[in-house]
């Protein structure tokens, strides 16, 4: 099984500012067929359930404002958000869907400083 | 619109039964993958299990395997999770969730059904 690891598990950053997390898997998620890396992040915010931000590493869902940018290749990647919004605040998780069980990361609580 | 709507949650003692309704709309439901997500409460999430369009191919969690059945209705859109055997540690708010339609990634999501399972 792949085991999904997140760090931080919690970032404060001020208002406008970067935040970074990464999300490291057990294994390679890249599927060598296609290219493609098959890992997605998450948000959820308090009594929600959670939202889909990015699926095969760095393709943005729809509507999803352009400060949330995913990166990375094979085992480690990292979702930025580029300039930190009041409602950015919220717990971020990534997600490998590359082989069952599909499992997530443990979550990133992110806050403002 | 896409809407999924669980029902079924409760309180069950530990090793009853419980079955977990996800009725879905505004979508070809016998087009794309479901999953079951969980979350207990305070902590983070746990991927319960997988179904194809089909009903074909599904997949689960070694901590639910062998007690957990998911199911689907194409002829219904609905989504089905029966849970046997239940334990403490399944006490959790279940999500049934959407793929996307050739990515294995979750855009839909219900709201959640709580189950509690406590003597």
């Known amino acids: 099984d792949i085991v999904m690891t997140q760090s931080p598990d919690s970032l404060a950053v001020s208002l406008g500012e970067r935040a970074t997390i990464n999300c490291k898997s057990s294994?390679?998620?890249?599927?060598?067929?296609?290219?493609?890396?098959?890992l997605a992040w998450y948000q959820q915010k308090p009594g929600q359930p959670p939202k889909l931000l990015i699926y095969?590493?760095?393709s943005r869902e729809s509507g999803v404002p352009d400060r949330f940018r995913g990166s990375g290749s094979g085992t480690d990647f990292t979702l930025t958000i580029t300039s930190l919004q009041a409602e950015d605040v919220a717990v971020y998780y990534c997600?490998?869907?590359?082989?069952?069980?599909?499992?997530f990361g443990q979550g990133t609580k992110l806050e403002i400083k | 619109e896409v809407q999924l709507v669980e029902s079924g949650g409760g309180l069950v003692q530990p090793g009853g039964s419980l079955r977990l309704s996800c009725a879905t709309s505004?979508?070809?439901?016998?087009?794309?993958?479901m999953n079951w997500v969980r979350q207990a409460p305070g902590k983070g999430l746990e991927w319960v299990s997988y179904?194809?369009?089909?009903?074909?191919?599904?997949y689960y969690a070694d901590s639910v395997k062998g007690r957990f059945t998911i199911s689907r209705d194409n002829a219904g859109n609905s989504l089905y999770l029966q849970m046997n055997s239940l334990r403490a540690e399944d006490t959790a708010v279940y999500y049934c969730?959407?793929?996307?339609?050739?990515?294995?990634?979750?855009?839909?999501w219900g709201q959640g059904t709580l189950v509690t399972v406590s003597s």
């Open positions: 969730a959407r793929c996307l339609e050739d990515v294995r990634a979750l855009l839909y």
């Open positions: 505004g979508f070809t439901f016998s087009r794309y993958s």
């Open positions: 179904i194809i369009g089909s009903g074909s191919t599904i």
């Open positions: 294994q390679s998620v890249l599927y060598s067929s296609n290219n493609k890396n098959y």
């Open positions: 095969g590493a760095s």
């Open positions: 997600q490998q869907y590359y082989s069952a069980p599909y499992s």
